[in-house]
Structure formats: C-alpha cells, structure tokens
C-alpha cells in the first residue's frame, strides 16, 4: 500500500468530521492551546498538514502556519478552506520537502510520523525538522504508544474498536514493527467498505533516539495536549522535542 494512493479524493473529502473525533471541538482547542505557546510567538511549520484540521485554528489565532503534504487530494480540500497566501503548503514528502523561512515550531501531531514506514525515513523526519527550525526551536510530535498488550500469543491482530456500523482491527508484524489498520463501516445489508493504511510504530524510548541523532533533547512527554502525566497506562504522547540553541 502507497500513501500516495491511500489518501485519493475519495479518502480526502470523507476525512474531516465536523465536531466530532478528532475534529472535537474541545480537543481541537486544547490543541490549539498548546502548540500556540509552544510557537513563543514565532511561526509554525506542520509536516502532514492535511486538510488544515490544526493549521487552521492556528492560523486564526495570528500564528503564522506554513505546512508540508504529500497529497494532492487533502490539499485541494486545504485550499476549498484557506488559500495559498494566508496559509502556504509545499506538496512534497516531509522527510525532505524545503520550506522558506525559519520557524520556532515544528508540528506532526495525531500519529502523523507513523505514517512513514522505514526507522531512517523517521530520523529523516527529524532531521528535515531540525533544517527549519531556529536555533532552540521546538519539535512535537503526538503518537500513539504500541499496545501489544492486546495481542494474543500466536495471533496477528486485535480488535481496537467495534460500535455499530464499524469494526476496527491491527494486523501487527511484531519483527517489521508494522501495522496496518483496517477499518470496517457497513449498514444493515451485505455490502460493506474498507479502508486501510500501513503505519510504523515506534516506542517512546526509540523516538527519543531518533531525536538524538538530529541534534534534539527531549523537553516533555504528557499523554495528551493538556499536560496530563504520561504512564505506563497511557495509550499516546506529546512529545516536545527542543534543537541546541
């Protein structure tokens, strides 16, 4: 599977769900919140950028937001939004896209680094992060923590989630440290649809190397935008990552 193919127009014009999940308007705010003091005032620059679901409330709030994207189809529902003067995307891949300018803050959030799937394509990620940033500026990185727990012995996959209407379940390499999640929606007949995307997980610890490797220092780790205290029980991070001054 190609993440160039995986989010097509169809993927992109279904992607944004207004006041709910992770378009909750509460989430989006704490968000928000977090990144613009992390910004210090400076301008921001968001790898996977998308359909502008953070980018947006940012760019609103006067933080100046540039953004990188891979796919063209998420950009063209970007620019149905915002256009290309009030908030520039460079189309390209975010372990080596170049972007004009210095800026204070560096975003990938909700899992976005786990959408590339070789170990040296995330460093990559880290060190295209440390090429745009100031002196002292900040990395963040949101992703969620590998739950093998939920993983029988001798079973490849678990079920992450099963509402009505939807099934969700991981196919889990343990060895590649792969996944590929596959959701499932369907009605009250036969027919149903499926949509899958491969992701690399990646440890908390492994991270903070990568991080090393970069010229990063790890600033804070909270298990979610509002500080709360990162435990062994937590299912996802923010991680705040700071270049040398």
């Not at 709030?61 to 063209?76: L, T």
């Not at 196919?171 to 491969?198: C, K, M, N, W, Y």
């Not at 690399?200 to 935008?225: C, I, K, N, Q």
């Amino acid at each position: 599977m190609d993440h160039g193919d995986i989010w097509n127009t169809e993927a992109a014009d279904t992607y944004d769900t207004p006041g709910t999940g992770m378009f909750d308007p509460v989430l989006l705010a704490q968000t928000a919140d977090r990144l613009e003091t992390l910004a210090a005032g400076g301008a921001m620059l968001e790898f996977a950028i998308g359909t502008g679901r953070i980018a947006i409330p940012l760019m609103e709030r006067g933080v100046p937001v540039s953004g990188v994207e891979m796919s063209p189809a998420m950009v063209a529902v970007l620019r149905r939004k915002v256009d290309a003067t009030a908030l520039p995307v460079v189309l390209g891949d975010m372990t080596s896209a170049t972007v004009p300018g210095r800026f204070s803050l560096v975003a990938l959030v909700f899992n976005g680094i786990s959408n590339v799937l070789t170990q040296d394509a995330q460093i990559a990620c880290f060190e295209n992060a440390a090429r745009h940033l100031s002196p002292g500026g900040r990395f963040v990185v949101e992703l969620w923590v590998p739950e093998l727990r939920r993983l029988p012995p001798g079973t490849g996959a678990a079920v992450f989630a099963a509402e009505p209407g939807y099934i969700g379940l991981d196919t889990i390499d343990v060895l590649g440290q792969i996944v590929v999640s596959h959701h499932f929606r369907f009605g009250d007949g036969r027919e149903a649809q499926l949509f899958r995307s491969p992701h690399r997980y990646v440890w908390p610890a492994e991270l903070d190397l990568m991080a090393r490797l970069a010229g990063f220092t790890l600033e804070s780790r909270h298990a979610d935008w509002i500080g709360s205290a990162f435990t062994a029980e937590s299912t996802a991070h923010v991680s705040v990552y700071r270049l040398a001054g």
